[in-house]
């Protein structure tokens, strides 16, 4: 029997072994903390402080301003400096909160929130993961205590923990896995009893044998705990892959993993369900790979949300040339191209990823040569270049025929396209206005 997989998909040069080696290592920031109060999907979080006010350490200064919405933390100490429009990785100004950073690093009491697990109620774990401000920190930053309250809860039978780390460069779910499996092993059970009928899953792409094998061995006595290595493939992580890989289960774009029995966890999240459940920590920090050759140095950093992201970049030594060509924010296949480093870091935040060269400036797209590799590769069994076609023309109802909301945006045409074009950008673009209109 082979490897668990899907059908389609790449295999682009992985990057890792330039941090894979790297210990997670603290960073503490030195200038002020900025907090968008829109760095989750749903309604943007409440301000509960004002300017002036002193702030300590995983103190609550924003609310959830719903249910499909999530609190924010505070990172550092200090004082509200100002609560105004700042920029974002997105290039918008987002509402935030500006803390003016003492230093001192100051934290709340936590112990006040630790309580037995064998003592709570599924209500009250819910009540903690959200109280804590945990989102989807693989970059999605949907709010975990949604997710976890689906419409039929005695339908969820796996728990999907998603190591895969796919995403090339990236190997902070890595580190996570080698330096701390408990917390991933006992976050995944806290997840597990919130359902009567959850088994549990941990999917590790096979490149990652050292991983594999401390999570085998941590597990090895649990009944209700798989751990699968999946095959090594682009995008192997995506939720509607891993789910395929790993239960044979089929989504389509208008299905929630629940639809099919399934909720899937990041490791970073599962992680913060941890913290937040069995130390009674909020989520203020995340791990944030800083790699690339245009780096003097990579790392994978323990970082206070709000940073500003070119900290990181000196704590790394600096650029290697006068200006990259290209930093992502993120990895190179569903990352954002960053236009400017005085952008604060988020939940969602999992690399800062610089390039000597942008070989994607350097290249110029021509026409379609009708070759077929965009299909072959593309793991959502679309047309590629015929999506791209009608989202040139305009041809809305078309592109909707033709199952272009089924393109979960991977860029593995992009990635084989001989002729260079940018049919993932196109296509994203397009069903961008397609979901603008249907709320209209």
Known sequence: MGLLTFSGGIHPYDGKDLSKDKEIRDYLPKGDCVYPLSQHIGAPAVPLVKKGDPVLVGQKIAEAAGFVSANIHSGVSGKVKAIEPRLTVGGTRVNSIVIENDGKFEEMDFSANIRQLDQLYREDVKDMIREAGIVGMGGAGFPTHVKLTPKNEDAIDTIIVNGAECEPYLTSDYRRMLEVPAKIVTGLMIVMNLFDNASGIIAVEDNKPEAIRILKKMTKDMDNITVNPVKTKYPQGAERQLIYANTGRKLNSSMLPADVGCIVHNIDTIVAIYNAVIEGRPLFERIVTVTGDAVKDTANFRVRVG??????????????????????????????????????????????????????????????????????????????????????????????????????????????????????????????????????
Do not use: W
Not at 336 to 344: E, G, Y
Not at 391 to 408: H, P, Q, T
Not at 410 to 438: D, E, F, M
């Open 307 to 440: 940073t500003n992201a070119r900290e990181l970049i000196d704590a790394v030594g600096g650029f290697v040339v006068e200006a990259p060509e290209k930093i992502i924010f993120g990895g190179p296949m569903m990352g954002k191209a960053m236009f400017s480093l005085d952008v604060p870091l988020v939940k969602g935040s999992s690399a800062l990823l610089c390039m000597k060269k942008d070989p994607v400036a350097r290249s110029k797209p021509s026409n379609c040569i009708r070759c077929g590799r965009c299909a072959e590769v593309c793991p959502g069994k679309v047309l590629p270049y015929k999506l791209a076609e009608l989202a040139n023309k305009g041809d809305l109802e078309g592109f909707v025929r033709m199952e272009g909301m089924e393109c979960c945006e991977c860029g593995c045409c992009s990635y084989v396209c001989p002729a260079k074009r940018h049919l993932t950008q196109t296509i994203a673009g397009t069903r961008k206005q397609v979901l603008a209109n249907r709320k209209r």
